[in-house]
């Protein structure tokens, strides 16, 4: 039995693909006072997603036995200074000599990241305001120590990055702060925190860096698991994203390396319903003409995404396209879904041939 406030995960998945048309985000000047609302609900958490074990277990099979070594802000900052002081000793230069920081700053921010330890709402400290026009910004947010910021403090910390840094800056800022403090959430309390996912919705005001380094990051670890596609899922069908921004998107997934997660944030892109380049369109038929060959057991979301693709572009793939996505259907069946697809692509139009009946009609 689910109990009151949780969805299962049959439930998540009929409210995150129902939703085809995306919201409007709000705009991206919020005042501090707008923030005061989060003070009573510190303790809320936005999805507690109940996954089925044979659902998880059959996700598990498509990810990395190796997984890649989690990078932190603390460990890109002491690589840095690592380089910096090898720079140093090699060139023994003034021009590469850059001076530490001082030790009054170093016990401002420190300070600051006491504050932020304990924030629940309300202004910030003006020092931490000012960071974003650091040319040094990553190491003094290492100084703050981003890993004991409350909650609210990370989402009014995401507002402030996303309105002061260019795209590949804010990148950054996501994926060394945000990025793991969304992850050990989830993974320790098996739900996201209410600031934190407001956070991501606000990384959303940036959709490249939030792509860059959120979403992508996210799938090519090879560790996503199916509550974090789920809950990062639904940021990407609430918020309205630009249609080059989601066709890269889109062309970045579907050529990576499939990992389970890939299924649902792809499924969740393609039910937008955005008319998406050829380019785009052929990249995801490669991507289901590489398990022509795979003998695993596909997951329900693998034929889920099979589907919702058949559905809303069948018409723009071509006739020997839909000759070999048959073959995929012969080689992997579902008994639902399969036939579904199947007569998708049996009654239906082709690119090509309404491209020789156009052209005819010119002539």
């Known amino acids: 039995m689910v109990k009151k406030g949780k969805k299962s995960l049959t439930e998540a998945r009929t409210s995150l693909g129902g939703l085809s048309r995306p919201g409007t985000a709000g705009s991206d000047t919020d005042s501090d006072s707008d923030d005061d609302q989060f003070s009573e609900e510190e303790d809320q958490y936005y999805e507690d997603v109940v996954v089925d074990e044979e659902d998880e277990k059959a996700l598990e099979m498509f990810m990395s036995k190796e997984p890649p070594q989690r990078r932190t802000l603390a460990d890109i900052i002491l690589e840095k200074i690592k380089d910096k002081k090898s720079e140093i000793e090699s060139q023994m230069s003034e ?24 924030y629940r709402s309300g202004k910030l400290p003006k020092a931490f305001k000012i960071i974003p026009s650091l040319q040094n910004w990553e190491e003094v947010v290492y100084v703050t120590n981003p890993e004991s910021w409350t909650a609210a403090a990370m989402y009014q910390a995401t507002r402030i990055f996303v309105s002061n840094l260019n795209a590949k800056m804010a990148q950054r800022f996501f ?24 956070a991501l919705k606000k990384a959303f005001f940036k959709p490249a860096a939030f792509f860059k380094g959120i979403l992508l990051p996210l799938c090519e670890s090879g560790t996503c698991t199916l509550r974090e596609a789920i809950i990062v899922g639904s940021v990407v069908t609430k918020t309205s ?19 389970g997660a890939n299924s ?13 380049p050829y380019r785009v369109i052929d990249a995801v038929v490669f991507h289901f003409l590489r398990f022509l060959s795979d003998k695993r057991t596909l997951p329900v979301l693998w034929h889920q995404c099979f589907l919702t693709f058949v559905q809303r572009y069948k018409e723009d793939i071509s006739s020997e396209q839909k000759e ?11 008994d639902q879904i399969t036939p579904e697809v199947r007569r998708e692509l049996l009654h239906s139009s082709s690119r090509d041939v309404e491209l020789n009946n156009q052209m005819e009609v010119n002539t």
């Open 264 to 276: 649902i944030l792809l499924r969740l892109l393609l039910d937008k319903k955005y008319a998406l």
């Open 95 to 118: 021009q590469s000599q850059t001076p530490p920081m001082d030790e009054r700053l170093v016990k401002v921010f420190k300070g600051v990241g006491d504050i932020l330890s304990k």
């Open 241 to 259: 994203i630009p249609v080059l921004h989601a066709s890269a998107a889109m062309l970045k997934l579907a050529e990576m390396d499939y990992s």
């Open 175 to 198: 994926n060394l702060v945000l990025l793991p403090r969304v992850r050990d959430d989830i993974a320790e309390y098996k739900r996201l925190n209410y600031h934190l996912y407001q």
């Open 324 to 334: 070999a996505l048959l073959e995929v259907c012969r080689a992997h069946t579902h």
